[in-house]
């Protein structure tokens, strides 16, 4: 698969660590002109394809929120529909598929100036010393996925709170509760965030899981909750470890110093340590 895809892809194609199969392809919508471009960096485990599927990355500056979502579930779509076999071919012709119709479509070119995730992992703690923005009250973003089923009052699901990681005066804590539909997420959120310490956090960054048995897909979104890319990679996490039905929360409270990239790091293992407890 790997020797056909770089004789396919040519130069597109990049070896990163043949020893550890990393590899990254840069994917556009067209040759000659590309207005969309997107890297995939993929990591192959050593049961793919036939038991795991690639651990993948998407980077492109202009890649965010739904958009990011979208193409993830396609991506894990279409995974689920070719279990065993190989799919990283499918994965970069679907991924093409989408910026063209990005570039037939009517949006703006993403603006290249813009700071790119790794100028974000290493500056996005900045604004914390002086500059709190404000933020929107995470909950009422969940009110439009939930307004069809008001009137089903279902239970609070348990919530476990895991140990607390503290790194330079910054205190991390991932807080999981099982949910199978998003009013459940909704009324664990609001419970949480009766919770005065948590209401308090700088930031409470949070990612779920549903697996819908009747359409055979996931309901999956993530909140940054100010803490730039830091929801995507907790979904991504969540995916990568095949986790589903679940909502998983980390607290962050701030303690004047900055992490950088650390931060990162941290609640990634806040949220791991919780998924496996």
């Not at 392809?25 to 997107?38: A, E, V």
Request: glycine residues 4%; proline residues 5%; hydrophobic residues 35%.
């Amino acid at each position: 698969e790997i020797e056909a895809l770089s004789s396919i892809y040519g130069e597109d194609w990049c070896v990163v660590d043949e020893g550890e199969k990393i590899y990254c392809i840069r994917i556009s919508d067209c040759l000659d002109q590309p207005k969309w471009t997107l890297c995939l960096q993929v990591i192959l485990p050593p049961g793919y394809p036939t038991a795991e599927p690639p651990i993948y990355q998407l980077n492109a500056p202009w890649l965010r929120g739904q958009d990011y979502m979208d193409l993830a579930n396609s991506l894990e779509e279409i995974y689920v529909q070719n279990l065993g076999e190989s799919i990283l071919y499918l994965w970069v012709e679907k991924i093409r598929e989408v910026l063209i119709e990005k570039a037939q479509s009517s949006d703006p070119e993403p603006n290249i100036k813009k700071t790119s995730e790794e100028v974000d992992e290493d500056d996005g703690d900045d604004f914390l010393l002086d500059y709190q923005p404000i933020q929107e009250d995470p909950i009422k973003m969940l009110d439009y996925i939930t307004s069809e089923s008001q009137e089903v009052d279902e239970e609070l699901p348990s919530i476990h709170h895991g140990n607390p990681i503290t790194d330079r005066r910054s205190t991390f804590q991932a807080h999981l509760a099982p949910v199978v539909t998003s009013r459940q997420v909704k009324r664990v959120l609001e419970k949480l965030y009766e919770n005065k310490k948590i209401a308090s956090a700088t930031h409470n960054i949070y990612a779920y899981r549903i697996y819908c048995e009747d359409k055979q897909t996931f309901l999956q979104d993530c909140e940054d909750d100010g803490e730039t890319a830091a929801g995507g990679r907790l979904l991504h996490l969540m995916q990568i470890l095949n986790v589903h039905n679940v909502l998983v929360v980390v607290s962050r409270w701030y303690g004047g110093i900055l992490l950088g990239p650390d931060r990162f790091k941290h609640i990634n293992n806040c949220a791991r340590n919780v998924l496996v407890e």
